[in-house]
């Protein structure tokens, strides 16, 4: 497998005093402030990273490859293995840190293996993918009512009509129609874009047969516009092999970028992030400088630039594999699956004005290896999962917060 608020500001200096004791008493007052406001700096750039849950392997799951979404302040996910039937869970996770699962996939038709995440809609009915199981052995799409009773919606066959191993996670529409990629099968083995309606009518949108059509959407969701035009990207395909950007607008398949590795980026993974001019913005796991990943944004004209260049080391990460989230200001935040000062990963922070910062490196006991998209609430905190590490090795969920004052 690829695998804050500023400080109070210092009020003017104090001038034209005509009295000794004045000047005594001011600068008495002033270096009080000044170490108040060192001390509130400080505060103001205060920042706790917490892992907030360490799967153990056994009944509540393990290897959580995809990240979390956010619902009422409980955190929702899934693991690859695990779980009471050994097939992987749908979690829920409290804000105090208590684990509960939804549904524990088995060995019989719904046997699961999920490198998605679930999308939640307004009934609190979960929605997914298993990578296998299903009538065929091919994996399936699936919905969790509330209750955590399981509905099958699509079960994939395989071959050159329908796709296989579904390892990208749902998007929806208005209308609840379900939108996603598989990463194999269809005409030339390179997986295909498919729907899900709402009355469960299957139906493939675009085969990614190679070429100029793409191939291999690797751990992605795709991205959908208020026009109902779809965007993604594939890890091959494109002029060199290396990966696309892709638009689907009624019905007319587009390459928007083709990736041409070396100093460019290459195989593409994780889900995009647009802006409000719909330019979108990534990661590539692979090529740039270093050698090492890069963060890109391509534009609707088909524009790309490099925003940066992972290098790697102690300092940085490398192979860059979740999907990014992005504030109001158009800062962009990420992790790597790789290199920090630890080795095992990193969360990162890539302002819109260039500037990088590397804001966290896992050790390991706290989680390594992240790979899932990114997630960032109301408040500006961070949360995702490791795929491995922790207490047990099996994998976490974690926060990292800025804060004015950290309790």
């Known amino acids: 497998m690829k695998l804050s608020p500023r400080p109070p500001r210092m009020p003017s200096r104090l001038s034209g005093s005509v009295h000794h004791q004045l000047n005594v008493y001011a600068l008495a007052t002033w270096g009080a402030l000044l170490f108040i406001l060192l001390v509130f700096g ?77 999308l939640r809609d307004e009934d609190g009915n979960l929605y997914g993918t298993t990578v296998v199981g299903g009538n065929y052995g091919q994996g399936t799409v699936f919905k969790l009512d509330p209750a955590g009773r399981e509905t099958v919606l699509h079960n994939f066959a395989g071959g050159t009509t329908d796709g296989c191993d579904p390892i990208g996670g749902l998007a929806t529409d208005a209308c609840g129609n379900l939108f996603g990629t598989t990463t194999n099968c269809g005409i030339n083995e390179g997986g295909i874009l498919f ?30 516009a208020g026009d109902g035009t779809i965007y993604g990207i594939t890890q091959y395909g494109g002029a060199g092999n290396v990966g696309m950007v892709y638009k689907l607008s009624k019905g007319r398949f587009t390459p928007l970028y083709n990736f041409k590795g070396g100093v460019d980026a290459c195989y593409p993974e994780g889900t995009p992030v647009m802006d409000g001019l719909g330019n979108l913005y990534g990661v590539a ?16 004209s088909g524009s790309e630039t490099i925003l940066h260049n992972f290098a790697g080391g102690t300092a940085e990460g490398c192979f860059a594999a979740g999907g990014l989230v992005r504030d109001s200001r158009g800062n962009l935040y990420g992790t790597t699956a790789e290199c920090g000062a630890a080795g095992n990963g990193t969360v990162w922070e890539l302002r819109n004005d260039g500037t990088f910062t590397l804001l966290h490196s896992f050790t390991g006991s706290e989680g390594a290896f992240p790979m899932g998209d990114l997630l960032r609430n109301s408040d500006g905190a961070l949360y995702g999962t490791t795929a491995v590490g922790g207490t047990y090795d099996h994998g ?7 804060c004015f004052i950290c309790r």
């Open 285 to 300: 796991a692979g090529c740039g400088l270093y050698s090492a990943g890069t963060v890109w944004k391509v534009t609707q």
């Open 195 to 224: 729907r899900v309606s709402k009355k469960k009518v299957f139906t493939v949108l675009h085969d990614f047969s190679g070429g100029s059509s793409g191939s291999y959407p690797f751990m992605t969701t795709p991205v959908l």
């Open 396 to 402: 976490t969920v974690w926060s990292y917060k800025r």
């Open 42 to 118: 400080n505060f103001a750039q205060a920042q706790t990273f917490t892992t907030l849950y360490n799967f153990t392997g056994g009944a509540d799951g393990r290897w959580p490859y995809a990240g979390v979404i956010d619902y009422a302040g409980n955190l929702y996910g899934t693991t690859f293995g695990g779980g009471p039937a050994y097939g992987g869970v749908v979690f829920q996770l409290s804000s105090d840190g208590i684990e509960t699962v939804l549904h524990g996939f088995g060995r019989g038709d719904d046997e699961g293996e999920v490198y998605a995440p679930v």
